[in-house]
């Protein structure tokens, strides 16, 4: 297939680089438990961008 | 600090994570085969 | 977008969400559309706009190529060489795409920052510290995917006398662990200190020379200064990117052939 003109040529991308891929994953996972820790600490806990207050929480902590 | 406001964190990785993804398809797919393509033709036009 | 005056001069770096996608069932606040994405949608266009510039034109202008072109070759020369200086061998090939990617999203985000009123995205410290520490994931599972139990030789260096091997492991063991962070703090701590130096000394000399016509004169001096920190600044933007490049080319190495 072309892309604007250029031959494509399909280069084994998920066959050589896997071990990135899963590299970024683990990331992914550890830097959502990062933020959902640092967003629970009491200086962004009343933050109006705190997803609490999308849920319908609306005490002050 | 505005880079530890920990409600983009995964805002941050997320879209980095995907430009770099397409960026990594773009180039092994497209750019470096045409790169690669006009080396070769200059090889064998100069040689041959 | 809540005031509409740099009050501080770490203001530069705020992240803004320019378009919220607001769901009652799930949090999907990761998807918003904020400068973050912005930015990193202008790095990837401006990428793809000088490949497609460069391979526009009459057809018999191919192989001779025009001058976007030389942009694209002289980068990918610089990374193809540098890549078979650093590992070598047969296997060299497969990962000149990751190191090219890299370099060129590093350079182009940092020189897109480096226009003024615009987001440095490279001094985003958990984004860059973020794909130091994936690319340490993974360069670990791929030396241990390809030599398995042998990769722990690489703690251990060659020609070292049997008693000090014990401390030496650790040693090694603690500057192994050390590189996951310190490839990305390098590049974001040089990017974040650099624009924070320009702004600080920037608004210093502007409340001097804004004094009276004396001080306009003199203050001629000190931003004659800050010029000479701004070339800087474009060179280590330059500099730090290829540096990212190098040395991931050669943990690379001694991923896949252990010294």
Known sequence: MKFLGVKVYRFPLVKYYWPFFVGFGLTFYGVAKIQNAMMDTAEFINDPRHPRFKKGDLEKK | ???????????????????????????????LPYLLQLQIVRLLITKL | MTNNYINSPLDQFIINNLLEINSPFLNLSTLNFSTFSLYTLFVVLVISLTFILSIGGESNNLVKGSNWLIAIEAIFDTILNMVKGQIGGSVYGRYVPLVYTLFTFILVANLIGMVP??????????YIIGISVSLWIGLTI???????????SLFVPSGTPLPLVPVLVLIELLSYTARAISLGLRLAANTLSGHLLMSILGNLV??????????????????????????????IACIQAYVFAILTSSYLKDSIYLH
């Not at chain 3, 009123?117 to 958990?126: K, P, Q, R, V």
């Not at chain 3, 009276?212 to 800087?232: D, H, M, R, S």
């Open chain 3, 142 to 152: 791929l030396g241990l995917f390809l030599n398995k139990a042998v990769f722990f």
């Open chain 2, 1 to 31: 600090m505005p880079q530890l406001i920990p409600f983009f964190f995964l805002n941050q990785l997320f879209y980095g994570y995907l430009a770099l993804f397409a960026l990594l398809v773009l180039v092994s797919w497209v750019i």
């Open chain 3, 117 to 126: 009123y615009n987001f440095a995205l490279s001094a985003s410290l958990i």
């Open chain 3, 206 to 235: 502007k409340n001097l020379m804004s004094i009276n016509y004396f001080t306009f004169i003199f203050g001629l001096i000190p931003l004659a200064g800050i010029f000479a920190i701004v070339i800087l600044e474009f060179a």
